[in-house]
């Protein structure tokens, strides 16, 4: 468990600690980039992770061989060195998969290749394996409460999800809650222009006739109200990643990107004193997490105390979300997962919050908070499934 300094140097009243688990990084060149080692020993299986910063895994007895990171699996090159990145690290390994984990996506390149091994197949769902990796990670077993939050992972039924609370034991995820859903006019070039996100925001509070003259240097903004409101290309999103690109179109910070992700960069850049807006979230009884009154409030006020209270809120209100899942499964650890907590702004004040409310956090330390960690957490789940079938056939 990642321990982050708190505000009085120490360990607060109720603060429980953990002691992270040693992995170990491999020489520069070698397949292997980093070994995680394993709560148990499990049946070899190949993971092959998500479609961006694209890993493999490989996990044979207790121990999970992670591959180098690598480019996103968008171009011929790309998808060529992702295969020499599998071979390279079964052969390394000597391994001989009984399984082969990949994206649920059916669309992904590493979903159909997964397919040309002659082994059996499991597709797995991208913000289960984010909190699979942090189980592997920490050496979880048993069940977790999962907060997984990020720009995109594809759900059960084709659905755009990105702001999960989930219930984990393994192999075993059950979705306890969401983010409230967002428009995401464009479809994904919202991602890479935030002031799209920051439309869709006022189109949720009612508030779509502004959206022509506040954001009149977009020439696609003159027909956005009338697109959401029609339903066009405007798919609906549980992603944090889109909350906040939503704050920083709202508050004009960085409305267009180069790459996903910096805009909510500069957001976190501009804090200063994080304040959490009184009655700034709402959450119903299906656990759906809602930020109307905060996005309401961001559309009127300046970038840097916008800034400060969409930290501080979104903190307050996830730890809030956390808390009610314990208190719905019984579960006390939490385990936080996904790119939007690259953000360390984020992760002082969700590690503080949890730790007042009783609560054990669980951030990666050896692995990444984003998609390079994906395939551990698939290549787990895969190995919780092959083992529970070998033990089956033992004991048929």
Not at 169 to 190: I, S, T, Y
Not at 286 to 304: I, T
Request: hydrophobic share 45%; glycine share 12%; aromatic share 6%.
């Amino acid at each position: 468990m990642v321990r982050l300094d708190r505000g009085n140097g120490g360990e607060g009243p109720g603060r429980r600690m953990t002691v992270a688990v040693a992995n170990t990084v491999s020489e520069e060149g070698a397949a292997v980039a980093l070994r995680v080692h394993l709560a148990r020993s499990y049946p070899p299986v190949l993971a092959f992770g998500a479609f961006l910063k694209n890993t493999v895994c490989v996990i044979d007895g207790d121990t999970a061989y992670l591959s180098h990171a690598a480019s996103d699996l968008d171009s011929p090159e790309a998808i060529a060195e992702f295969e020499k990145r599998a071979s390279s690290l079964l052969a390394e390994i000597g391994a001989e998969p009984v399984l082969i984990a990949h994206d649920l996506h059916p669309d992904f390149y590493s979903s159909r290749h997964a397919a040309t091994f002659g082994v059996p197949t499991l597709p797995v769902q991208h913000h289960h394996a984010h909190i699979a990796a942090l189980m592997a990670e920490h050496r979880l077993t048993g069940p977790v409460i999962g907060l997984a939050l990020d720009g995109f992972g594809l759900g059960p039924a084709n659905e755009s999800w990105g702001g999960e609370l989930l219930w984990v034991d393994g192999a075993e995820c059950r979705r306890l809650g969401h983010l409230k859903r967002l428009a995401q006019p464009g479809g994904d070039v919202a991602a890479r222009e935030p002031w799209r996100m920051g439309a869709a925001a006022l189109h949720s509070l009612g508030r779509g006739g502004e959206i022509a003259e506040r954001f009149a240097d977009h020439k696609a903004a003159t027909m956005l109200a009338q697109i959401m409101s029609k339903g066009l290309n405007s798919p609906e999103t549980s992603s944090c990643g889109r909350l906040f690109d939503a704050a920083c179109g709202l508050l004009g910070v960085r409305t267009i990107a180069e790459f996903e992700g910096q805009a909510p960069m500069e957001l976190e850049g501009l804090v200063q004193d994080p304040k959490a807006l009184d009655s700034g979230w709402t959450l119903d009884d299906a656990g759906v997490l809602g930020f109307d009154p905060l996005l309401a409030r961001l559309a009127d006020c300046e970038a840097q105390e916008g800034a400060d209270l969409f930290h501080g809120t979104l903190a307050a209100a996830l730890v809030q979300w956390a808390r009610w899942a314990s208190e719905e499964t019984g579960a006390e650890r939490v385990a936080l997962g996904g790119g939007c907590f690259l953000n360390k702004v984020l992760c002082r004040l969700m590690a503080d919050g949890l730790a007042d409310g009783g609560l054990d956090a669980y951030f990666p330390e050896s692995l990444s908070p984003g998609d390079p960690a994906v395939s551990v957490g698939q290549a787990l789940i895969a190995a919780e499934i092959a083992a529970e079938t070998a033990a089956n056939k033992r004991n048929s």
